[in-house]
T-cell receptor
Framework: GQNIDQPTEMTATEGAIVQINCTYQ??????LFWYQQHAGEAPTFLSY??LDGLEEKGRFSSFLSRSKGYSYLLLKELQMKDSASYLC??????????????WGAGTKLIIKP | DAGITQSPRHKVTETGTPVTLRCHQT?????MYWYRQDPGHGLRLIHY???????DKGEVSDGYSVSRSKTEDFLLTLESATSSQTSVYFC???????????????FGNGTRLTVT
């Protein structure tokens, strides 16, 4: 079956660095997304990895290892506004041309002053 | 917000009544999705559309139907609402199946549905 695992909740301190892990067991891997979702709001796109390695975008970086079925989202210089849920999603190819997204349950990140 | 709106934003309805949720986009994107989001679960796909009158089931389609008669509108209908369908419903759009770097899924603001 297709499965994605993320920690349910994490706590970090303002100004610090936090790493949110995502492990996946899927077939037909075709890319991995990270989305941010503030409470009561819609998910918004953060990053996309399809090749192994690190992608940096400002304070946020995302890493992918396809051989290990592993990704992480790294948040630096944490701000209170980073308190949100972070969703990991894997794009998979099912059959000839049917692309679907498999979603993790999300990691709730709590930032403390 | 990528030109996507959902209506209504909130709805309370009684068990057994029909309910229709609307998703409207102004981006002319081919792919439209309906998800539900519940505590402890990831986003779960209900139905999706890959063009006008072209729809398919997702992993939790039982009790739901959809229609897409125009590119811009994707309707989700609960024929006879049950308490287990109390949830937050999100519509999403993309020009690319499953999204990509340049064209990730963009989500509407959600509809909070309560079935009493």
């Amino acid at each position: 079956g297709q499965n994605i695992d993320q920690p349910t909740e994490m706590t970090a301190t303002e100004g610090a660095i936090v790493q949110i892990n995502c492990t996946y067991q899927t077939s037909g891997f075709n890319g991995l997304f990270w989305y941010q979702q503030h409470a009561g709001e819609a998910p918004t796109f953060l990053s996309y990895n399809v090749l192994d390695g690190l992608e940096e975008k400002g304070r946020f970086s995302s890493f992918l290892s396809r051989s290990k079925g592993y990704s992480y989202l790294l948040l630096k210089e944490l701000q209170m506004k980073d308190s949100a849920s972070y969703l990991c999603a894997v794009r998979v190819l099912q059959g000839y041309s049917n692309y679907q997204l498999i979603w993790g349950a999300g990691t709730k990140l709590i930032i403390k002053p | 917000d990528a030109g996507i709106t959902q209506s209504p934003r909130h709805k309370v309805t009684e068990t057994g009544t029909p309910v229709t949720l609307r998703c409207h986009q102004t981006e002319n994107h081919r792919y439209m999705y309906w998800y539900r989001q519940d505590p402890g679960h990831g986003l779960r796909l209900i139905h999706y559309s890959y063009g006008v009158k072209d729809t398919d089931k997702g992993e939790v389609s039982d009790g739901y139907s959809v229609s897409r008669s125009k590119t811009e509108d994707f309707l989700l209908t609960l024929e006879s609402a049950t308490s287990s369908q109390t949830s937050v419903y999100f519509c999403a759009i993309s020009p690319l199946a499953g999204g990509g770097r340049i064209s990730p899924l963009h989500f509407g603001n959600g509809t909070r549905l309560t079935v009493t």
